[in-house]
């Protein structure tokens, strides 16, 4: 490719035809391509691109294609739509697949939906400003800027089509999903470990665009559930610590000091001190939270994602206690939206947090439901349908993690606990706190003390009306054990 296959006057012809709402379309699509000039006139980055020898006549052509202007492909480009068709069936595309559909939902709203989205957005980003002119893409472009959306990142968008009834959005959103997992399928054997205990609804689910993930191998338990276990995995990330340290490459590198972030968040107000002397024992830099608005949640995550340590820290721990239901937590709003538990870990995953990749992510939840009937709110949540890990005939595109090296740990009982006992702590954490502080059960693995946690709540369940009994749930990628302790 050379500089002088487009010449300026096509560009200044182009740019003079394109009225102001296609000229938004365009660079939106080209924003991936120059990321450094986000805020230029289309002018100014289609110039840029062909200097930068990323622009070429058919990439020109084909964002005349994406924009729909077939009349310019004809006169100003001398082609065809169907020309154009069959070279992005050949060749290589410019814009990401992730940005055509963007611009195709936005193409497909109305005014008043895109006010609609705003509106219920406002609990997930308050800082966003929209105008009321203002586009579906604007708004995209503000949630990619808090990490709200991104490639691999679209439920948020997709529960919201949900609330404004817009189906045929979501079919689109699920369409792009499917065609993304059988392309990163193609390229990149998938890789999936999750273990579950007696909690079938809970699904931590996410679209599989990451290429760390390796093969399957699903073997029948006695029971003839499914599990997916995995094979060797070999990839090519990127772990914490010098070379002379890969000798144990069987174990997760656990030397720093602190060993990593702890964030605990506790909207109920019962744990918080028994889990920070727990992990200040264990060496970690606790923060903790209480009593947290959905404002402030999102607020917290974002900032606590973005701290530099991460990239000292050789792990990151997060524990949420809260209200809530299988899928999201309430936070202390007296009206509100649930903050999707999907949201949350996406904050801390490699895309999003990159001085955390490679690196073992574990979530402790504790969550007390609160029954359908007495939900004062509509939460904005994942389609929990058809997406059991124990059911056989679930599309592999549903049961496969986003990134490795997450640990995810939920347990949930009903809200009646604490309306029987409002000051009592949760069983679940008080154990896993008592295992931890145990000098000789912190010298087993995690995935060994979680077995000891499931021991010891379910004996429990055994001595408590069914109605107060603990439900937990294990899923995780880990890549190598993982031992909380310096090795």
Known sequence: MTKCQVPAVLIHQIEQELDTEEDEMMVFLCRDLAPDLATADLRHLLVALIERDKLSLLGLSELLYRVKRFDLLRRILKTEKTA???????????????????????????????????????????????????????????????????????????????????????????????????????SH?????????????LSLIDPPYNSGFQNVNKEKSQNGEVFFQEEPVHVSIQESGAASHKVLNDRYRMQSRPLGVCLIIDCIGNDTDVLEETFRGLDYD???????????????????????????????VCI?????????????????????????????????CPELRGKPKLFFIQSYIVPEDEQECTSLEVDGNKKMISNAKIPLKDTIPQVADVFWSQCKVDVSVLEKSPRSSSYYLCCL???????????????????????????????TDSSQQYSLLLQHTLRKKLFLSPS
């Not at 054997?189 to 609804?201: E, F, I």
């Not at 949420?320 to 949201?343: K, M, W, Y």
């Open 286 to 316: 606790v923060h903790c939270h209480k009593y947290l608005s959905m404002t402030t949640m999102n607020e917290t995550l974002l900032d606590v994602a973005r701290l530099q340590k991460h990239r000292s820290c050789d792990s990151f």
């Open 189 to 201: 054997p998938v890789y999936v470990n999750a273990l579950q205990a007696s909690l079938p609804n």
């Open 84 to 186: 154009v068709e069959a070279n992005l069936s050949r060749n290589p595309k410019l814009v990401p697949d992730y940005r055509v559909l963007m611009v195709e939902i936005n193409e497909n709203l109305e005014k008043e939906e895109v006010s609609s989205l705003v509106f219920l957005l406002r609990d997930y980003a308050p800082r966003i400003k929209m105008a009321k002119d203002k586009s579906f893409l604007r708004l995209v472009i503000e949630l990619e800027k808090l990490n709200l959306v991104a490639p691999n990142q679209l439920d948020l968008i997709e529960n919201c089509f949900r609330n404004i009834h817009r189906i045929d959005l979501i079919k689109k959103i699920e369409k792009y999903k499917q065609e993304a997992f059988t392309s990163s399928t193609r």
């Open 320 to 352: 949420l206690v809260s209200r809530g239901n299988a899928q999201s937590i309430f936070c202390t709003d007296p009206a509100f939206t649930g903050f999707p538990l999907e949201q949350i870990k996406k904050y801390f995953m490699a895309d999003s």
């Open 433 to 463: 706190a008592e295992l931890l502080r145990d000098p000789h059960k912190r010298k087993l693995s995690i995935l060994d003390i979680h077995t000891e946690l499931n021991r010891k709540v379910y004996e429990w369940n055994k001595t």
